[in-house]
């Protein structure tokens, strides 16, 4: 079974920065996909950034020009460069990836199980 690894939250002023990691516990020989998700208190999650096989980027609209996601894909890792921080940016942000063969097994879905980042003076 294949596992998502996030590291990187913590506690950061406004204006500030921090880049997410998520590492997956087995080498990936292809994924389909690999995102950012976030969920805040009381609401639902909701996609961040996205980085398609084919090198095409998305972005919401709320962290656009703030946000870059990358891959690594050597390391079967991505990441999550965030700036300027903003306190309505606090959630809890999950990992994911989407259609990712590994040893021979595909996934359809797996996700992480999150780290918090809390914006906050």
């Known amino acids: 079974q294949v596992q998502l690894v996030e590291s990187g939250g913590g506690l950061v002023q406004p204006g500030g920065s921090l880049r997410l990691s998520c590492v997956a516990s087995?080498?990936?020989?292809?994924?389909?996909?690999m995102a950012w998700y976030r969920q805040a208190p009381g609401n639902e999650r909701e996609l961040v950034a996205s980085?398609?096989?084919?090198?095409?980027?998305n972005y919401a609209d709320a962290v656009k020009g703030r946000f870059t996601i990358s891959r690594d894909s050597a390391k079967s890792t991505v990441y999550l460069q965030m700036n300027s921080l903003k306190p309505e940016d606090t959630a809890v942000y999950f990992c994911?990836?989407?259609?990712?063969?590994?040893?021979?097994?595909?996934?359809?879905?797996?996700w992480g199980q999150g780290t918090l980042v809390t914006v906050s003076s």
């Open positions: 087995r080498s990936i020989f292809s994924v389909d996909s």
């Open positions: 994911n990836a989407k259609g990712l063969i590994t040893d021979g097994k595909w996934y359809r879905e797996v």
């Open positions: 980085a398609a096989e084919s090198g095409t980027l």
